[in-house]
């Protein structure tokens, strides 16, 4: 009798892990297998462990938010992927500069001629891009 309950009671506490990893955006069966040959707790203590699929971290305010998210629902900030396309052009200006700096070139001078060269660049690729699709 007692080992009826017991198989019960572990795969009931299979079934809350494989919940638990669904809600996090894991496959559940895989969790639920897991958990049923090695132990639910085991397998409850991976589940608390693993990250969570479904969420983000708001990059101005640290906390977790909608993975699909596009505004923070905490600060209202929002978070298209202008910045991290800013922060990739902002890299790449500011590499030039050194580069041009080194060459011999005034800072104000490198600064124009790297923006000039980075648009030319960006309008390159997004050719690349157009041409790439039309084939
Ligand atoms: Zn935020």
């Given at each position: 009798?007692?080992?009826?309950?017991?198989?019960?009671?572990?795969?009931?506490?299979?079934?809350?892990?494989?919940?638990?990893?669904?809600?996090?955006?894991?496959?559940?069966?895989?969790?639920?297998?897991?958990?049923?040959?090695?132990?639910?707790?085991?397998?409850?203590?991976?589940?608390?462990?693993?990250?969570?699929?479904?969420?983000?971290?708001?990059?101005?305010?640290?906390?977790a938010?909608?993975?699909?998210?596009?505004?923070?629902?905490?600060?209202?900030?929002?978070?298209?992927?202008?910045?991290?396309?800013?922060?990739?052009?902002?890299?790449?200006?500011?590499?030039?500069?050194?580069?041009?700096?080194?060459?011999?070139?005034?800072?104000?001078?490198?600064?124009?001629?790297?923006e000039?060269?980075?648009?030319?660049?960006?309008?390159?690729?997004?050719?690349?891009?157009?041409t790439?699709?039309?084939?």
């Amino acid at each position: 009798m007692g080992a009826i309950i017991g198989g019960i009671l572990w795969i009931i506490l299979c079934a809350l892990t494989a919940t638990l990893a669904e809600r996090k955006g894991h496959k559940g069966i895989g969790y639920f297998l897991l958990a049923l040959f090695l132990s639910p707790l085991i397998g409850l203590i991976i589940v608390a462990c693993i990250s969570n699929k479904t969420q983000k971290l708001c990059p101005y305010c640290k906390k977790a938010i909608d993975i699909h998210a596009t505004v923070c629902g905490f600060c209202g900030k929002e978070l298209t992927k202008k910045n991290s396309t800013n922060a990739e052009k902002e890299k790449w200006i500011s590499e030039r500069i050194v580069e041009l700096i080194s060459t011999g070139k005034t800072a104000t001078d490198a600064k124009i001629q790297a923006e000039a060269e980075y648009s030319v660049e960006k309008n390159n690729k997004e050719e690349n891009k157009s041409t790439e699709a039309n084939e």
